[in-house]
């Protein structure tokens, strides 16, 4: 057990993966040798050979073309596209055939890909890098969509995704890869598909959120902490499918809601979070659902992105405005 | 500064890319050579396959008008084409057909009534053993070149020796995945045979306004792949390239691009298309004459191997077939949401099950 990065927690999952099953193969643009464009895969090529862990050529629709008909013949793969935002070129390997592929074959056959990909604002990427676009694989059914908020659920989510059965989207938020630190056990261990998790126990609100904003999230509870607001802070951790009942007892519980994303409005997770609120859980509602997320621009120019996303500080500012309600 | 010559470059380009003939149109040997090696009884069996995939058009057709059948995209004319590459093919082989290609999908091994059933729309139409090496008929035209280059990497590492083979149109060699395909195999040196069958048209897009290359077979240059051009009428010619191309991936040489040259005698489906609205007469004249049936009938009828009476109990013996398995299509029982909830994932997550008991409440159980 020792503290360590989302980035080395990644490593580690897939390494415990290959080594466990000769049928999991890792492959994407850059990450054999050269061990990933972020390091995600470093080392692991030289460990696990050329036969598991492969670099392929510069087209994300090839890649996903790969990854399904690996599958079918038995392999599970662990393919990486190098940015989130290169997902429209690969759009329809995933939200058209290997998310469908089971329900198409009537049960019959099984899809367990894990397809990995970093996206996420703050670090001053070019263009079309750091665009949030979970919503988009969120409104594609046969997909499980998961997005860890730091290294321990990192390390246990993707070795539960690897050994999933269905295919399931794994993508990773770039200022988290090595930003936040925590202790991750050494040994293989699991954490569930299903469920959100409440990172933060509290009576007054609820924060629901998922990602790097976790991390803000948990920031903002503790200055409202001195303000005298006492807010749970409930991570998704999947966020499609949703876990109803967690969401649903905390909203139970403090009555009150804010949903933080750093997709833009008209985008992300929260749109079907508020959706599920209102659908069953309307009579634990004292306030509206207060929302804080990024205005419906395309994702900012690079200098721009501090005055753009999503932080702390409006998430304080909408927590107070749904309190006082 | 030299001067190239970009005409003369243009012009050079599809010279190394020559019909591959074995029959001409009146069933005479005309590259012995090439001639398969096949028994005479295995040409005639060859042979009633055409003839099978032709009355299983004919019949499709007639029951779609009566609808009993659903979606339907006609096949006469491409048997040599389709049955002939087929035959090459081993049942450890991979099929990654398109939605034209359903029979070739029959003839690897899927029940007849499960092919009607995948034209009605009907779930158990795609339920498939897991001994059986194929796909169903794949919509999204290009899709099944990426994944044939992901099977066939998949064979490759298990050491199988068994190729992936896929089916595409004229038209689909403008897709973005049509070259991604056939270059990731190149690439991985993997055991796939891309098939082009070239029709002439696109629904009412001929061949000419999908690229200004003078042949298709050449696109497999761009992938550093070896391509050949073949007569799609010839199914002596089909069977003969595609049994050396299959041979030539499984042995580790890496894919092969064939490209078929054939014609529909119909439309594009029976969704509405008319192909009076883009093609003359005179051109369809000109390819039934063709008809891959007829040279292969004068072929063996020469050798004394065919008759009238044989083509006639064959031919009761295929609609018998028929009628069968569109008697075991229609028992097919009423789909439910609940099996199709059921159906999403491996492990149901708690949303969906609370869909799936709200449904089966509704179906009565």
Redesign the interface.
């Known amino acids: 057990m020792a503290k360590t990065t989302m980035i080395k927690a990644i490593t580690a999952a897939l390494d415990e993966e290959l080594s466990r099953d000769e049928k999991v193969l890792v492959f994407g643009e850059d990450v054999g040798q050269n061990g990933g464009v972020f390091r995600a895969t470093d080392g692991l090529q030289a460990k696990h050979g050329e036969d598991q862990v492969f670099d392929t050529p510069l087209a994300e629709s090839g890649i996903g073309g790969l990854a399904t008909g690996l599958a079918f013949t038995g392999f599970r793969p662990v393919p990486e596209i190098q940015f989130f935002g290169f997902v429209f070129e690969v759009m329809d390997s995933i939200a058209g055939q290997f998310s469908r592929e089971r329900f198409r074959m009537g049960g019959t056959r099984k899809m367990p890909i894990t397809l990995r990909s970093p996206f996420g604002g703050g670090v001053h990427t070019p263009e079309l890098h750091s665009d949030s676009l979970e919503g988009l694989v969120a409104q594609t059914p046969g997909l499980k969509v998961v997005i860890p908020s730091g290294p321990y659920d990192a390390k246990g989510l993707l070795i539960s995704a690897i050994r999933s059965d269905d295919p399931v989207i794994f993508l990773e938020h770039m200022k988290l890869y090595r930003s936040v630190k925590e202790e991750v056990p050494d040994e293989a261990y699991v954490v569930p598909l299903d469920k959100a998790a409440v990172k933060r126990e509290g009576t007054d609100v609820s924060i629901i959120t998922y990602g790097y904003m976790v991390q803000e999230s948990l920031k903002a509870a503790e200055d409202l902490q001195k303000e005298g607001i006492n807010a749970e802070v409930v991570d998704l951790r999947t966020v499609s499918p949703l876990d109803e009942e967690t969401i649903l007892a905390s909203v139970k519980k403090t009555g009150r809601v804010v949903l933080v994303q750093e997709a833009q409005a008209q985008a992300g997770i929260s749109p079907m979070v508020a959706s599920l609120i209102a659908e069953k859980g309307i009579l634990s509602l004292d306030a509206p659902i207060g929302r804080v997320s990024a205005p419906d621009t395309p994702y900012p120019f690079a200098e721009a992105e501090s005055t753009w996303l999503p932080n702390k500080k409006d998430i304080v500012e909408k927590v107070k405005e749904i309190v006082e309600f | 500064m030299a001067v190239i010559d970009f005409n003369q470059l243009k012009n050079n380009e599809s010279s190394e890319f020559q019909t591959i003939r074995v029959l001409d149109t009146n069933g005479n040997v005309i590259n012995q050579e090439l001639f398969p090696d096949l028994s005479d009884e295995e040409i005639v069996q060859l042979f009633k396959n055409m003839v099978w995939s032709r009355i299983l058009h004919e019949r499709s057709t007639k029951l779609n008008r009566q609808g009993r059948l659903g979606f339907y995209a006609p096949t006469a004319g491409e048997e040599a084409s389709q049955v002939g590459s087929e035959f090459a093919m081993s049942k450890d082989d991979?099929l990654l057909p398109a939605y034209r290609d359903v029979p070739q999908l029959v003839l690897h091994g899927l029940p007849l009534y499960k092919a009607f059933l995948w034209s009605r729309g009907h779930?158990?139409g795609?339920?498939?053993?897991?001994n059986f090496n194929a796909?169903?008929p794949q919509i999204?035209i290009g899709?099944q070149?990426?994944?044939?280059?992901?099977?066939?990497?998949?064979?490759k590492?298990?050491g199988a020796n068994a190729v992936?083979y896929t089916y595409t149109g004229d038209g689909g060699t403008s897709e973005?995945?049509f070259y991604?395909?056939m270059?990731?195999a190149g690439?991985f040196n993997a055991p796939a045979v891309f098939f082009v069958q070239n029709n002439g048209y696109a629904i009412s897009v001929p061949r000419a306004k999908q690229t200004a290359a003078k042949t298709l077979a050449q696109k497999g240059v761009a992938a550093g792949i070896p391509a050949v051009q073949v007569d799609g009428m010839d199914a002596l010619a089909m069977y003969a390239v595609t049994k050396a191309a299959r041979e030539y991936a499984a042995a580790g040489n890496g894919p092969v691009l064939i490209e078929t040259l054939t014609y529909r005698f119909g439309p594009h489906t029976l969704s509405g298309d008319d192909p009076k609205r883009y093609r003359t007469a005179e051109e369809e004249q000109e390819w039934l004459e063709k008809d891959p049936l007829i040279r292969m009938r004068t072929y063996l009828d020469n050798k004394g191997l065919w008759s009238q009476e044989q083509e006639e109990a064959w031919t009761n013996e295929v609609n018998e077939q028929i009628d069968e398995a569109m008697a075991l299509t229609e028992q097919a029982s009423k789909q439910k949401v609940s099996e199709?909830l059921?159906?999403?994932?491996?492990?149901t997550?708690?949303?969906?099950q609370a869909q799936i008991d709200a449904f089966r409440t509704k179906e009565g159980e």
């Open positions: 991979f779930v158990d795609n339920k498939y053993p897991e796909i169903p999204i899709a070149y990426v994944q044939a280059a992901g099977v066939a990497l998949g064979l590492k298990k992936a973005g995945d991604e395909g270059n990731f690439a199709y059921q159906n999403v994932f491996v492990d997550p708690a949303s969906i």
